[in-house]
């Protein structure tokens, strides 16, 4: 991977893996696909290997991260969700034409298009985002208890008392801050 850009966040989830190509959402936000290069390497690592973006992919891309990231935060809080949202995750949905493919070894592998590859992508992020949007899947949407994060994130703790997007960053940092205060109050 090229230096001088921010570390991908993978996680378990597709989608939310995806929303968090944007961290600290709250805070000083770090774009971590700034480029369309960019975006290709976070494709390969999440199983949607392309030959490369357009700008006008990276573009669709981001809109379609923003769209879950607004309805999954709207899910976590038992709001309404946001029709525009919707409709763009929807029509990313529409628009893909991967085909899942069982490989010898018994595992699942997206076969994109030679035509409209990034999109046949997004149309899996777009599909995966609405399996736990939905309620579809086994485990429930919340938001990191980080105040300069508030990601949305799937739980599927059996307790379902995960409080951070990620026990590697936020969560670390939240018991650093807790550890400091705890030793000044007890000076
Ligand atoms: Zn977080």
């Not at 309404?80 to 991967?98: D, F, H, K, W, Y």
């Amino acid at each position: 991977m090229p230096a001088g850009f921010p570390d991908f966040r993978l996680g378990t989830v597709l989608a939310t893996s995806f929303t968090a190509t944007l961290t600290e959402r709250c805070g000083d936000a770090v774009e971590r696909v700034p480029t369309p290069r960019r975006l290709a390497d976070w494709l390969a690592v999440s199983g949607l290997a392309v030959d490369s973006c357009t700008t006008g992919e990276l573009e669709l891309a981001r809109e379609l991260r923003e769209s879950i990231h607004t309805a999954a935060t709207a899910a976590a809080l038992h709001d309404p969700l946001p029709a525009a949202a919707v409709e763009i995750i929807n029509a990313r949905s529409a628009q893909g034409r991967a085909s899942a493919v069982l490989t010898p070894e018994g595992k699942r592998r997206w076969q994109l298009t030679s035509a409209a590859p990034v999109e046949d992508a997004l149309g899996v992020i777009a599909a995966d985002a609405i399996s736990i949007v939905s309620g579809e899947r086994d485990g429930k949407l919340a938001l990191c208890a980080s105040p300069t994060c508030r990601a949305a994130f799937f739980d599927t703790s059996q307790s379902r008392t995960r409080r951070w997007c990620d026990m590697n960053t936020c969560g670390n940092r939240q018991k650093k801050a807790r550890f400091n205060a705890n030793r000044a109050a007890a000076k």
